[in-house]
């Protein structure tokens, strides 16, 4: 029962590169979202998707891309890595209920931009 | 701006002992849900609770939300030393965005 799949865990990246993150899951679940985790900050929203074809932004969305063209798929683009993006990414899919969203997480990917 | 303020930010105390950890917003949430992230893993969700003045409990852990759904706290009695780890509390604001607290690291020493 694989859930939410990243890819890669790790990776370093220089000042300037592109790469794109990758999340799958087998939940079929239309609600998707990636998030950044910085010490002190928590959780941040990067973007979200509530359905394929659809995606918005979230709290901090600058210098991402995101889309969603299948619901098992939602890859995060980095357009011109910054050291500013060195952090821990997550990309969570998430079920909706009547008492609630649940969101289940990947296990992350280590970023650091050089 | 943090919609969700988390206090304390760091805890360590002894093992037996019993803490409270707490979540405010100004805002008021749809539901709010609380997790628990260890190291180099994703959040694992605890407890959602949806109504005003709710009370969830999971074994040692005491969840509670307030009665204007504005703020929640989680009280852990007998702490021990396999409920170190990150606190995060998450909630719905209006719209489907599940934003996050700012977190409480907790460490229980044996």
């Known amino acids: 029962n694989a859930g939410v799949t990243q890819t890669p865990k790790f990776q370093v990246l220089k000042t300037g590169q592109s790469m794109t993150l990758q999340c799958a899951q087998d939940?079929?679940?239309?609600?998707m979202s990636w998030y950044r985790q910085d010490p002190g900050m928590g959780l941040r929203l990067i973007h979200y998707?509530?359905?394929?074809?659809?995606?918005d932004q979230g709290e901090v969305p600058n210098g991402y891309n995101v889309s969603r063209s299948t619901t098992e798929d939602f890859p995060l683009r980095l357009l011109s890595a910054a050291p500013s993006q060195t952090s821990v990414y997550f990309c969570a899919s998430m079920k909706t209920a009547p008492i609630g969203t649940e969101a289940f997480f990947g296990q992350g990917t280590r970023l650091t931009v050089v | 701006t943090q919609l969700l303020e988390q206090s304390p930010q760091f805890l360590s105390i002894q093992e037996g002992e019993n803490l409270t950890v707490y979540c405010n917003s100004s805002s008021v949430f749809s539901s709010l849900q609380w997790y628990r992230q260890e190291p180099g893993e994703g959040p694992v969700l605890l407890v959602t609770?949806?109504?005003?003045?709710e009370v969830k409990k999971l074994k040692r852990l005491t969840f509670q939300f307030g009665d204007a759904r504005k703020d929640s706290s989680l009280h852990i009695t007998a702490a021990q030393p396999g409920d170190t780890g990150l606190y995060l509390c998450?909630?719905?604001?209006?719209?489907?965005?599940?934003?996050f607290g700012t977190g409480t690291r907790l460490t229980i020493i044996p």
């Open positions: 609770v949806v109504t005003g003045g």
């Open positions: 939940m079929n679940h239309e609600y």
């Open positions: 998450a909630g719905i604001f209006g719209n489907e965005k599940l934003t």
């Open positions: 998707s509530v359905g394929a074809g659809i995606t």
